[in-house]
């Protein structure tokens, strides 16, 4: 789907994914009001990104489009066969294959579009004559009378002009349709359009499960480095593997490097040659289909600044992700001030945000990015030593 979906680095899409793992409670609210004959027309699926919210929404559709469970195979040497568990299909069946590939032609699929003038980056939103669009379409009848399926992809993308016209299908939706929105932010969506559906709020996976999933698509990461992007990943398989594209075990210790080198004391300075040395490796852009080190990196950054915010009040459940993080992030937070911290974060955002919109000299980001991080109250400037 989208950039922000579950990769499908190493696993199956989402389109194509039999399999569903630690959301089995959803899986069953779901099943449960199909068996009761009381399926709801409309479905938000929310939660963090790359937990498998997007799994789930091509497993239900292909459940509701396959007819729901099918009989128990007759003539079995113990009696029948049992019906697979859940919302599950056979992967090998018609429904499936087309679901797989999206092209089953009761399946509507509502995402956001690359850009006219720049095909390798997506639209921000999804506007309100692609809702249009997608609303004429799926009013055509089903060919076999069966159920019609509508995903909404990053349903939360919608600008408010989109929200309101798909707001009119919700509340009058055509015969025997379902609606799945896949969204990444439930508050950031309006309460009328979150009032007319129900509700399935995903939690993040757990250590154990990512772990698993993450040695299953990517056998080659070493298991240090495997646990290092488990940790990383705070319960999304989606994050894990995307970090994992780019090095990220390797990206995060890198950055903790510098960020534990951040002046703490009157006439420190941010070693240069190490600065430098990083501005360099992360300032080339990616061909396509290659992992962005530059954005994974800045992430991580403003990612360490967050959790040394938390680390500095105790806050709970943190722990390191390699050793000394945490107190290195304590160690600067006390020295600089939560609030001088706060407006450092924002100045970094800020740069990752206008490097995003015109193509900044990436080099340069990173230099001012340090730059503004080693600015401190009652310090000496901090700058990059050249």
């Not at 090998?92 to 999206?102: F, G, H, I, N």
């Not at 992430?299 to 938390?310: F, K, N, P, T």
Request: glycine content about 10%; overall charge neutral; aromatic content about 4%.
């Amino acid at each position: 789907m989208s950039d922000d979906r579950e990769p499908s680095a190493g696993l199956p899409s989402p389109a194509a994914n039999p399999e569903l793992l630690g959301h089995e409670w959803a899986e069953k609210v779901v099943l449960d009001a199909w068996n009761s004959g009381r399926m709801p027309h409309a479905w938000l699926i929310a939660g963090p990104p790359g937990i498998g919210k997007a799994t789930l929404a091509f497993r239900i559709a292909r459940f509701a489009m396959a007819g729901g469970p099918p009989e128990a195979a007759a003539g079995g040497l113990f009696g029948p066969e049992p019906s697979p568990p859940g919302l599950s299909i056979d992967p090998a069946s018609p429904t499936a294959r087309l679901v797989a590939a999206e092209s089953h032609p009761d399946l509507r699929i509502l995402r956001r579009r690359h850009m006219e003038k720049d095909k390798d980056r997506m639209s921000a939103v999804i506007r309100v004559d692609e809702v249009r669009e997608f609303d004429a379409r799926f009013r055509l009848r089903s060919g076999d009378g069966g159920w019609r399926v509508a995903i909404v992809d990053e349903a939360e993308r919608m600008n408010r002009s989109a929200e309101n016209a798909l707001l009119k299908i919700l509340e009058e939706p055509p015969p025997k349709t379902l609606i799945l929105l896949v969204s990444n932010a439930l508050n950031a969506m309006l309460p009328t359009t979150r009032s007319r559906c129900r509700k399935l709020v995903l939690q993040p996976l757990g250590d154990s499960l990512v772990l698993d999933l993450l040695e299953r698509a990517r056998p080659d990461i070493d298991r240090g480095d495997a646990g290092v992007l488990t940790r990383l990943a705070e319960g999304s398989i989606g994050r894990a593997l995307v970090l994992a594209e780019g090095g990220g075990a390797d990206l995060y210790r890198a950055v903790n490097g510098l960020m534990s080198a951040l002046p703490v004391r009157r006439g420190e300075r941010v070693p240069g040659e190490a600065v430098h040395a990083l501005a360099g490796a992360w300032a080339r852009r990616p061909k396509e289909g290659e992992a962005d080190v530059f954005a994974s990196g800045m992430e991580l950054m403003l990612w360490w600044i967050d959790r040394a915010v938390r680390a500095s009040v105790e806050a709970a459940g943190l722990r390191e992700v390699v050793s000394g993080d945490l107190a290195a992030g304590r160690r600067w937070v006390a020295s600089v001030g939560p609030q001088a911290v706060f407006r450092r974060r924002a100045e970094v955002a800020w740069l990752l945000d206008r490097e995003r919109a015109v193509n900044l000299d990436r080099r340069q980001v990173v230099l001012d990015a340090v730059h503004a991080l080693a600015l401190g109250d009652g310090l000496d400037r901090g700058r990059v030593a050249e």
